[in-house]
T-cell receptor, first 115, second 113 residues
Framework: AQSVTQLDSQVPVFEEAPVELRCNYS??????LFWYVQYPNQGLQLLLK??????LVKGINGFEAEFNKSQTSFHLRKPSVHISDTAEYFC?????????????FGSGTRLLVRP | NAGVTQTPKFQVLKTGQSMTLQCAQD?????MYWYRQDPGMGLRLIYY???????DKGEVPNGYNVSRLNKREFSLRLESAAPSQTSVYFC????????????FGQGTRLTVV
C-alpha cells in the first residue's frame, strides 16, 4: 500500500519569500500525486496534480510541484508567498487496490506567512 | 453549486450514543469517501465506495459502518460513539477513482463526551 510523508508539520515564512513544502511517497510502478489546500474551517480543494508527462506541474495561485521519480518526491513550491497563502497543505497519492483506487493523504504542513 | 453537502456541521454525543453522518453530492460522481481529520495526523480514510453498490474499508474502519444509499448519498454511522471518535469528518467524491480530483464537503465537527 502507498504511503505519504510530509516531514514538516509547520513552515513559517515571511511574505514575498519563496517556500518549498516537502512530500515523499512510497514507491510504486505508477503513481498519481496531488496537492490539496485547506483554509481554516473549510474543506480541502485541489491545488495541482501529477498524472504523467512533464515532471513540473503548475497549479492554482502560483503554486507548482516537481515530480522526482528517483527520489520519490513531489515537493510543492511558490516563488513568492502572500499572507493569503496561510493554510494547511496536504500531499496525497492515489493508491490502487485490485481494480479500485483510494486517495491517501500525508499528515499535512501548516504554512504560516508573516508580514 | 452545492457540490458535496454534509450534515450536520456540528454534533456533540455522549459515549455510547449512535448517530449517522449524511453526505450527498450532486456532481454525478461514481466514487465517494469518508475521512477523519485529527491534529498532526492529516486525513485518514475510514471507508470508501468506488462505485454505487460497493463499499470498502480504509485505514481506520473500526467503530464505523457505511451505506451507499444510491449514487448521490453515502452515510457514515457510529453505532456506539467513543471519545476516540472525536474528530472532524469529511466526505468527498470523485468522478472516477485514481486520476481525478476529489471534491470535499465542509466537514462535520463531532465531539464525544
Amino acid at each position: 500500500a502507498q504511503s505519504v510523508t510530509q516531514l514538516d508539520s509547520q513552515v513559517p515564512v515571511f511574505e514575498e519569500a519563496p517556500v518549498e513544502l516537502r512530500c515523499n511517497y512510497s514507491s510504486s510502478v505508477s503513481v498519481y500525486l496531488f496537492w490539496y489546500v485547506q483554509y481554516p474551517n473549510q474543506g480541502l480543494q485541489l491545488l495541482l496534480k501529477y498524472l504523467s508527462g512533464s515532471t513540473l506541474v503548475k497549479g492554482i495561485n502560483g503554486f507548482e510541484a516537481e515530480f522526482n521519480k528517483s527520489q520519490t518526491s513531489f515537493h510543492l513550491r511558490k516563488p513568492s508567498v502572500h499572507i493569503s497563502d496561510t493554510a494547511e497543505y496536504f500531499c496525497a497519492v492515489s493508491d490502487q487496490v485490485d481494480s479500485s483506487y483510494k486517495l491517501i493523504f500525508g499528515s499535512g504542513t501548516r504554512l504560516l506567512v508573516r508580514p | 453549486n452545492a457540490g458535496v453537502t454534509q450534515t450536520p456541521k456540528f454534533q456533540v454525543l455522549k459515549t455510547g450514543q449512535s448517530m449517522t453522518l449524511q453526505c450527498a453530492q450532486d456532481m454525478n460522481h461514481n466514487s465517494m469517501y469518508w475521512y477523519r481529520q485529527d491534529p498532526g495526523m492529516g486525513l485518514r480514510l475510514i471507508y470508501y465506495s468506488a462505485s454505487e453498490g460497493t463499499t470498502d474499508k480504509g485505514e481506520v474502519p473500526n467503530g464505523y459502518n457505511v451505506s451507499r444509499l444510491n449514487k448521490r448519498e453515502f452515510s457514515l454511522r457510529l453505532e456506539s460513539a467513543a471519545p476516540s471518535q472525536t474528530s472532524v469528518y469529511f466526505c468527498a467524491s470523485s468522478d472516477y477513482p485514481g486520476d481525478t480530483e476529489a471534491f470535499f464537503g465542509q466537514g462535520t465537527r463531532l465531539t464525544v463526551v
